[in-house]
């Protein structure tokens, strides 16, 4: 089924729609060690899930299967109730995903604005990225689409007053938005959010939520959301799986989770859901 033919939901109707990713029985192994046993995930449209465990938990690992960097020795990964398994990153990201990383790779001559065009042309406009990247940006042509659809990704990540700045040298907590926009530039329909707060401070990362949350509210795109802030997964996310050791150890609501005896002895700890 393709994103177009996908229903049309009114008011009051249920969700019909398949995920816009899952995996079922996914197992990964290096060597004689299990990265991954028989992991499960389903993210409807336009919600939020959390994902988290100890370090070493295979997170990372689950996320490179998702974004299709990794293939799994056993099980199957779908996108919108299609098999892509054994597809490609591009594929995938033709389909509708992506992918923040831990370190933001910046172009040292780009404005703010600037890196979100390059983002939107890598979907739209694959043929004009070397031509543009080896030209000045401001003989790039744009048009009003392009633009318009660049002016709502910094609306949504609060960041219209540094449009015009070199992305290079601005406050962490800058890039870490920019970042989560370049993902949003190419139109996901979800995107799959590596350790976004990671280095943040408490108003950052609150300013980080919001954006993702107004991505959701306002372009209906779903999010996978890996964090070793339990506090801000649990405020976020509609769902949270718990890995522990590769293994799938709990899943459901934040209130269920925080309560969950399992996942307080093997990662958020008794004290800290109090």
Known sequence: M?????????????????????????????????????????????????????????????????????????????????????????????????????????????????????????????SRIWTDLIGLPNRWKRDRTEEARVDEVLRILGIEDIAERQAVGLPLGQLRRLEVGRALA???????????????????????????SRA??????????VEHDVDLVLGLADKVYVLDFGTMIASGPPDVIRDDPKVQAAYIGTEAVQ
């Open 186 to 212: 190419g139109d996901p329909s979800v995107i799959l959010l590596d350790e976004p707060s990671s280095g943040l401070d408490a108003q950052e990362t609150a300013l980080l939520a919001s954006a993702v």
């Open 2 to 126: 393709t994103q177009a033919s996908l229903p049309i939901l009114r008011p009051g109707d249920p969700d019909v729609r398949p995920p816009v990713i899952e995996c079922s029985a996914v197992t990964v192994r290096f060597g004689g060690v299990v990265a991954l046993a028989d992991v499960e995930i389903h993210v409807p449209p336009a919600s939020i899930i959390g994902l988290i465990g100890p370090n070493g938990a295979g997170k990372s690992t689950l996320f490179d299967v998702l974004s299709g960097l990794r293939r799994p020795a056993a099980g199957h990964v779908l996108m919108g109730g299609e098999d892509f398994t054994r597809s490609s990153p591009q594929a995938r990201s033709r389909r509708g995903l992506s992918r923040t990383f831990q370190h933001p790779e910046l172009f040292s001559t780009l404005t703010v604005r600037d890196h979100l065009v390059v983002a939107h042309r890598v979907r739209y406009a694959r």
């Open 216 to 225: 959701r509210e306002d372009r209906g795109v779903a999010a996978v959301l």
